[in-house]
């Protein structure tokens, strides 16, 4: 609504608001001034905005910027904390206290996301004592208001009740309007501390019979109440648990041989709550047990869960008994390789390059499905696969009535197992 109060035509008063508590005052000299005096100021002053306006003509209209009366209420702040950090579902209480000569007449809550820059509603309190949720607000939030003990001002409590993950990592403004039209906001971010988990290795490589060992470390502010360990086959897409640890008992599944696992958990109070290890090692391994995920995961006693993978290869090894051989011409020439993994041979390409520049590298022959199939300008090779018990094999190139053309090379051979892996090239040089 626009009220007018006073309005000057060629320096004659020609309308006024009659109200004995305003002065107005046009004085003209070298330049105008212009005076209003406002006495007794009530609580309707407080509401308007104070306009000036002046016209030099029917073109020609200047307007001033707008004043308003801001009532002195000596409201401040005093200091409590503006971040705090909780555990999701746990009741977390935020404080707000200030200072004022007249209290609050309503407060509003907002949650601010930082990310989004989102501001929203969620609670309100009025003077009449009520206290209400906004309709999209999930979450319980009680709320009280207490006296500062002989000072004029509030405490104020607002109670979050087992807070959810969308309630943490936000800032809550309480918004304060005291007196007719005076309004401050504070805000305090709100944090979640949430458990921590992880392992020094993302991978680990180890032979089919060897031991091997996984250790996850985890931090929170609650101990633990279960750990549940699995394993995700990569290839069939399985998931089998390995064992379940809880009452400081760890039982294996019943599909598992509970003599290959070697279970141990270690706690100590930290300063942020609980810290520990958890140990599982696997003994004696077999192919099963490889190219499987390994999933450590931590139930707590907040009800908090986490969890983390260690991969788990077999590694693949191919060797010789010797890095050279000598010969002279003529003669037949054995180069062996020994390899253990877990799985059938699928492809073996045997290649030479010059040892002496390092260059002109040709494939010689190859072996799949049972049958060698010797290439380019050797057509006096002989191969044998042999198996050597469980994981391991010999495989052995011969290289007939040798010539001078066959010394100074660099012979290699590289494999290729089911699983498509390969091993590095593995060469041996032949010196005349």
């Avoid at 993950?165 to 309480?174: S, T």
Wanted: charged fraction near 25%.
């Amino acid at each position: 609504m626009i009220q007018g109060l006073v309005k000057w035509q060629d320096g004659n008063t020609a309308e006024r608001w009659v109200d004995d508590r305003m002065d107005f005052r046009l004085i003209t000299n070298n330049s105008t001034k212009i005076v209003f005096n406002l006495r007794n100021v009530d609580e309707d002053d407080f509401k308007y905005k104070y306009h000036l306006q002046l016209k030099y003509s029917d073109t020609c209209t200047i307007s001033h910027k707008p004043v308003s009366l801001q009532e002195d209420i000596e409201f401040q702040w005093l200091y409590e904390v503006d971040r705090m950090t909780s555990t999701i579902s746990t009741n977390v209480t935020l404080l707000w206290k200030y200072e004022s000569v007249k209290l609050a007449n309503k407060i509003i809550f907002y949650q601010l996301n930082k990310i989004t820059g989102q501001n929203r509603e969620i609670a309100q309190w009025t003077k009449d004592g009520a206290f209400r949720q906004t309709h999209s607000q999930a979450t319980v939030l009680q709320f009280d208001k207490l006296p500062i003990g002989n000072k004029s001002g509030e405490i104020i409590k607002l109670t979050i009740i087992k807070p959810i993950d969308g309630d943490f990592d936000v800032i809550y403004n309480c918004k304060i309007f005291c007196g007719v039209a005076f309004n401050s906001v504070r805000g305090i971010e709100l944090r979640a501390q949430r458990p921590s988990i992880y392992s020094e290795v993302g991978e680990i490589e180890g032979l089919l019979g060897e031991n091997i060992t996984f250790v996850w470390y985890y931090e929170y502010k609650y101990g633990i109440d279960t750990i549940i360990i699995t394993r995700h086959d990569k290839h069939n897409k399985e998931i089998m648990a390995i064992g379940q640890w809880h009452g400081d008992k760890f039982l294996p599944n019943k599909d598992v041989n509970g003599n290959r696992l070697m279970f141990n958990q270690i706690e100590t109070n930290s300063p942020n709550g609980t810290e520990g290890h958890i140990t599982l090692e696997l003994l004696n391994t077999t192919l099963e047990d490889f190219d499987c995920n390994y999933i450590c995961r931590i139930a707590f006693v907040d009800a908090q869960t986490i969890s983390d993978d260690i991969k788990l290869h077999q590694t693949l090894l191919i060797y010789s008994d010797a890095t050279e051989i000598r010969g002279q011409m003529q003669e037949d020439i054995q180069f062996v390789w020994y390899y253990e993994y877990g799985l059938p041979v699928d492809t073996i390409i045997f290649t030479r390059y010059n040892t002496n520049t390092k260059s002109g590298k040709v494939v010689i022959g190859s072996w799949s499905k049972d049958v060698f199939s010797p290439k380019g300008i050797i057509d006096r090779l002989g191969f044998n696969e042999t198996k050597l018990g469980g994981f391991k094999g010999k495989i052995t190139l011969s290289l007939l009535k040798t010539t001078p053309e066959d010394y100074n090379f660099t012979y290699i051979c590289k494999i290729t197992f089911e699983d498509g892996k390969s091993s590095l090239d593995h060469g041996i040089s032949l010196y005349g």
